[in-house]
């Protein structure tokens, strides 16, 4: 003969009778002998999905509504990563792709019967020798003379493309930012002190504007510069 448990106890008899069939049960459960445990039982399922199937409360719809009621912002197709970096007072930008690491200031080791002002000479990486490059001269930035940099953020890049690798210094990095082509306006004329020859443009980035080079041309320069 079944035991037909009473609806209050059928709402959570997993909770006062279960698996282990409490000794303060009023109704021991039958079922457990056939079903072994009691998420194996049509009572726990039929609950459970009861629990699935109710009505969303007022409050939770209005606030989904409100959330996907919202305008999403367009994502600008095209977008730049570039890398920031200022050489003297000029900041700089390239496309972050081209950026093998960063790495603390190193001795330069100067090459001999070499009078190149871009070539510096080699420098240890990490136990591999690179060649280290100086943008700022291929660029004709003027050296101001003066620390812009008390905190001394100076450091090294490592840089290239396939199989070659130049590493330069930098006095500061601000790091990736997401640039769209449309910002990026002709250089002014009196640009030449960033090598005009060298930009593809400029963009304003907190108040400061920021020459964008390009990567092509530079990386050419500097295969030749080694020639």
């Not at 996907?68 to 792709?97: H, V």
């Not at 930098?170 to 090598?195: F, N, Y």
Request: charged share 25%.
């Amino acid at each position: 003969m079944t035991t037909t448990l009473p609806t209050e106890a059928v709402e959570n008899c997993w909770k006062t009778i279960g698996v282990w069939r409490s000794s303060g049960a009023v109704v021991p459960c039958e079922k457990l002998a056939e079903v072994i445990h009691c998420r194996n039982c049509e009572v726990f399922t039929r609950v459970g999905r009861s629990l699935l199937e109710r009505d969303l409360p007022e409050e939770y719809m209005e606030e989904w509504t409100s959330i996907l009621a919202c305008k999403k912002s367009d994502e600008l197709i095209g977008t730049l990563s570039m890398l920031l970096f200022r050489i003297e007072k000029e900041w700089l930008a390239l496309p972050s792709l081209l950026f093998a690491e960063v790495v603390e200031p190193a001795k330069i080791h100067s090459l001999p019967h070499r009078p190149n002002p871009v070539l510096q000479g080699l420098v240890n990486v990490h136990g591999e020798v690179q060649l280290c490059v100086s943008l700022r001269a291929l660029l004709g930035i003027e050296n101001s003379q003066t620390d812009t940099n008390p905190l001394n953020h100076r450091r090294m890049l490592v840089m290239g493309k396939a199989n070659e690798r130049w590493v330069f210094s930098v006095d500061e990095i601000h790091g990736i930012h997401r640039l769209h082509p449309s910002r990026i306006q002709p250089p002014p004329i009196s640009a030449q002190k960033t090598g005009a020859g060298f930009s593809r443009g400029i963009f304003t980035w907190e108040k400061r504007q920021v020459a964008v080079l390009d990567d092509e041309l530079v990386l050419r320069q500097l295969s030749r510069s080694v020639q």
